[in-house]
């Protein structure tokens, strides 16, 4: 079996009937297809893994490593903007010199910075090597999605992707179980430590079975100052939202980054119809469908990251669970996400990405209107309805618009393509977690004076109640050592009401988020140059 297709090389989406290449059958383990996508799930597992593992074991290296609360974050924070910042860079490295290599050199690099970690004995080389984490995880992710457009033909292209969505999925649905008993049982370095083996078996697998595919029409150089203008652009978005919490939306410090964000963005989409080999090709985003898909990926991710940010807040700290039973507590998430993904795969395959894709969103919007109606008092029954509904709205979502905006996407671009879709879920991921943080924030500073005074207990001065309020937003109950029993009754009760109240309202703007989401999914369709991407290789 041969592709005969050619693509475009302006990325516009058109497909003549030009023969490329002949490529030779693939023999044994090597470029079979079901084989690459276990060795690429294996890489990708820990990258999304370390996005949610790490932070049950924040409160462990804090105390190890005498670190403050703001160094603390900065293990995430560095981690994040790493990864956001390069995703699309990464991609087209892997679309210039073979994802095989990029995705190798990736599995490597993450491995020996996660060991490295795990060796730090400072909080400052912790933050340093998860930065190199997030590097090296941009180097991999693209590069695995690059693999299977590659490697599989259209009619199985979609079950492959949901079964990386899945694994993608549940990795960082199960990050925080994995996490909770590694650092209950083991040590916070284990956290680290356990990717080394992971990686060891990754490259093995990739040496063993990953076959080098590139595009006829490949890059040959790079548009240097378009990866500086997008990657400044980028750091300035993503370092906004970090800090916005903090600096408060207000002030001038949030808006002077947002606006070089914009100036960085208007720079570079001007260069790039300059120079001869851009590094995104701006005719790429003629392709409605994969627009679509972009915008769609960074909705999705607004309702779910920030709506699970609120969540594991909610059953730790509210409802007293310790790392372990929260996390399965979101096994209800974590398994639909699991059976749902290559279900939704095989739907698109036959109905096409507009239904899937507009009902997942439509799910996952009851899903967050259900949370919003989550008490003090809910039983887990009623938490695993909603969290079990949220799993299966999105796994159609991951699915399929990865496919749209990687299947729109020229073959020779399918690095890019790989790298636009992580860094719309990264950038969304980053937006839901700022923005519902400041829903949440602004609900708890508005209720909590007066649910405070109606409960009769002792005023407090301003400074008290900043403090009481940055506990709220986290589900703590600011109850001071030596308060008698019923008075830090009623503080406990004030806070997780508060706090419960800050969560409703945020998880009801992420519902009405997925609810715009159904009507970006009506503009999305298959990939119309998925043929391209049809490798060869016993199926």
């Known amino acids: 079996m041969t592709s005969q297709t050619t693509i475009d090389t302006a990325g516009s989406g058109d497909v003549t009937p030009t023969a490329l290449p002949e490529q030779p059958p693939a023999a044994g383990l090597r470029g079979h297809p079901w084989f690459t996508l276990i060795t ?11 996005g949610t593992i790490v932070a049950i074991a924040n409160p462990a290296i804090q105390k190890d490593l005498g670190a403050t609360f703001a160094q603390v974050q900065w293990i995430t924070n560095g981690y994040f903007l790493a990864l956001a910042v390069s995703l699309i860079t990464a991609g087209k490295l892997g679309d210039r010199f073979g994802h095989r290599q990029t995705f190798l050199i990736g599995v490597v690099g993450f491995a020996a910075a996660s060991g490295a970690i795990g060796l730090s004995d400072s909080i400052g080389l912790v933050v340093t ?8 995880g941009a180097l991999l992710m693209p590069a695995a999605l690059g693999l299977l457009r590659a490697t599989f033909p259209a009619e199985k292209l979609n079950m492959a992707i949901g079964i990386w969505g899945m694994v993608i999925g549940a990795s960082t649905a199960g990050g925080p179980i994995l996490g909770g008993v590694l650092v209950q049982h083991v040590s916070w370095q284990s956290v680290f430590f356990i990717n080394v083996p992971v990686g060891l078996i990754a490259l093995v697998l990739g040496v ?12 040959r150089s790079f548009d240097l100052l378009g990866i500086a203008l997008l990657s400044g652009a980028m750091f300035c978005l993503v370092w906004a939202l970090i800090k916005a919490p903090s600096w408060g939306w207000g002030a001038g410090m949030t808006w002077t980054f947002i606006a070089a ?24 985003f003629r392709s409605v469908p994969l627009s679509a898909g972009v915008v769609l990926m960074v909705l999705m991710a607004i309702a779910f990251m920030g709506g699970l940010f609120f969540v594991t807040f909610y059953l730790q700290n509210v409802h007293g669970m310790d790392p372990v ?12 996400m699991i059976v749902g993904s290559p279900l939704a795969g095989a739907a698109i395959t036959k109905l096409g990405p507009r ?89 708890v500073d508005s209720d909590l004076p007066g649910n405070w005074t109606d409960a009769g207990l002792p005023k407090l001065t301003d400074a008290q109640l900043a403090q009481a309020s940055e506990a709220v937003q986290v589900g703590v109950a600011p109850v001071a050592k030596g308060t008698p029993a019923e008075i830090a ?5 004030v806070a997780h009401d508060t706090f419960i109240s ?8 992420a519902a009405g988020v997925a609810a715009v989401a159904i009507l970006v999914a009506l503009f999305t369709k298959r990939g119309e140059n998925a043929d391209a991407g049809a490798g060869v290789g016993h199926i």
């Open 40 to 50: 690429v799930a294996v890489g990708v597992m820990m990258v999304a893994l370390d």
């Open 129 to 136: 090597f998860r930065v190199f984490q997030g590097l090296f």
């Open 208 to 219: 063993l079975i990953l076959r080098d595919h590139r595009a006829e029409n490949a890059p």
């Open 261 to 284: 964000s914009v100036l960085g963005f208007a720079l570079f989409s001007f260069w790039e119809t300059r120079v001869k080999e851009p590094l995104i090709p701006l005719t790429l």
């Open 325 to 336: 039973d929260a996390g399965l507590h979101l096994l209800p998430l974590t398994g639909m």
């Open 355 to 443: 239904i899937p894709l507009a009902g997942g969103m439509a799910a996952t919007a009851i899903a967050m209107y259900g949370m919003s109606t989550l008490k003090a008092d809910t039983s887990s029954g009623v938490m695993s309805i909603w969290f079990a509904l949220l799993g299966l709205g999105l796994a159609p979502v991951m699915v399929g618009a990865t496919e749209v905006i990687v299947g729109n996407a020229a073959m020779e671009l399918s690095g890019v393509a790989g790298g636009l879709q992580q860094a719309a879920m990264q950038i969304g991921g980053s937006l839901g977690t700022a923005v519902l943080g400041a829903v949440m924030a602004s609900k």
């Open 489 to 493: 009754t009623k503080i406990s009760d």
């Open 502 to 509: 800050g969560m409703s309202l945020a998880s009801l703007v």
